[in-house]
């Protein structure tokens, strides 16, 4: 008889342990031979049924291992090639089976060999014994039962509803994602079901292909390979390899490529920073590359404008600081304060570093490029004439036909004495330039970079290029008139990586603890006094070897990753 048998006998046997058999007595009734009164099991029907439990055990462990152990094995490796429609859980059931399979054969023992593959799933000792019941269920019925809930499909195939979640999760108000807040707006698509805490982290993560990741600063690369910041991004680069040629560190110490004749120069950077208390989780869930933006705290803002270099550090003379919001008194930071505020760099350069020339670089905020108000500007003026407009613009000039310079007045008397703008079809008819049927924007406007162009396709563009309107300076390049020595670029847009100042803001923003609001002006001073200079120093060389990579070809995130092979502070 074989172990299969024996073991199918011996169930047989261990079902009728202990029940006793019946008789019949002289009265002609029923009992049971090894029946009690008080309906208790016996000692020795007790013992015998251990042993029969340990009888069985031994079966079938020696069913599972052995010959029949191996055949039973092969038959369970041909059986897991065929399953391709089962669920993942049911799967791990067969895999677990398996493992504990060839784990027999390799004479291991059965109870040490379960706990082994109960902890390598981070499960005790009740689901070592589950093992071996799914073990011995496909030993028996040549397959194993499917987990409870298995086979169900999820609620994410609904189409509609996985393209609402995709839209809420895509939306640009969506600054700061928890697995709380998509519960409660799942919840109210579902209405009236619902799904747990579990469901939601697990939604978030694996089937919309967020990550959890602790919250750290990164860099946004939305706008990195757009066409025209990748044509600016490499004329910058070529211009900024000759500016490090001729940059020095430290005064005194000239740089070894300068050529006979040249000035060494000082480059100085610039950025506007708030600073205000927020309010941030320790673990953020983002799409991957694309780290949260949170609202600020009702903490009153500082705002900070700040020049630096590496041969002086942050250029305290000529740094302002602004606290403006609610009830409070100072202005809004303007074009006009910051125009101010080079000036007063111009003058601190030219005082302490007369045998250097100077370079700065700004970002592309607005207030870094803006014009005085009575400067001629064509996307501030109306296409006909109009007494309402705010705007006023001096001294515009014309070239006429024979080359000679015109010069026109830009407003004209009414019949009250008032002076009234002109509109730009005025102005152009003055000038012998006819725009009659031509819009005053049309919609390639947007998509014209090159100012060299001469276009026709509107009123505003026909104007915008006219000479005097070309020749409008800004207000920062009206204060550097005079000064040879000066020269501006401009940082290219969405490349805050480039401007060291950015790592010089977060550095001193760490620093900052919790204060109240009477300290608060003065911990943001201390903590941006405690960045040392030769801090900012490696600082500006991380920023000058993100240059390099840009110039190696690279892409965004590709140069984000190439430097994390350095060791940087």
Known sequence: MDRTNQLEKHRKDDRQCGEGQQFQNEGGEWEEENGNDNGKVNEKDNEIEGQSRRWRRKLEDDALSGESGKMLLEKLKKHMKTLKSVSKPHHERFYIVRLYLQGLQADYKSFQLRLFIAELHGRGRCFAGTIRKWAIEYMENG??????????????????????????????????????????????LLAPYEINMDTARRWLLKDFGWVMSRNRKGIYHDGHEREDVVRYRKEFLERMLDIERRMTKEKGILPPDLSEGERPLIFYTHDESTFEGIDQPKYVYHPPNRPPLYKKSSRLPIMVSEFMSEVDGPIKEVH?????????????????????????????????????????????????????????????????????????????????????????????????????????????????IETKGLLKKCKICPVLADNTMEPSCCVFQILDHQPDFMAAKTMVEQAIEGHSEFEIIYYPKFHPELNFIEMYWGNAKRNINSCRMKEWEGTVVKALDSVTIDTIRAYAGRAFRYMQRYREGLTGVEAEHAMKIYIIL
């Open 143 to 188: 397959t194993i039962s499917k987990p409870k809930g298995s086979g169900s499909r999820s609620l994410l195939t609904h189409e509609p509803l996985r393209k609402s979640i995709e839209d809420w999760l895509s939306s640009d108000m969506k600054c700061a994602v928890t697995p709380r807040s998509f519960m409660e707006k799942v919840n109210g």
């Open 320 to 432: 302002k600081v602004l606290k403006y919001g609610t009830d409070r008194d100072d202005e809004y930071w303007t074009g006009a304060g910051f125009a101010n505020q080079f000036k007063s760099l111009v003058d601190y350069h030219k005082r302490t570093n007369p045998e250097y020339d100077a370079v700065v670089a700004l970002d592309n905020a607005a207030i870094h490029s803006s014009f005085a108000a009575d400067a001629p500007r064509a996307c501030m003026m109306t296409l006909r004439n109009n007494g309402s407009s705010p705007y006023r613009a001096n001294g515009l000039w014309w070239y006429d036909r024979n080359g000679e310079r015109v010069e026109q007045s830009y407003t004209f008397e009414d019949r009250d004495g008032n002076d009234i703008p002109k509109g730009m079809r005025t102005i152009l008819q003055e000038r012998g």
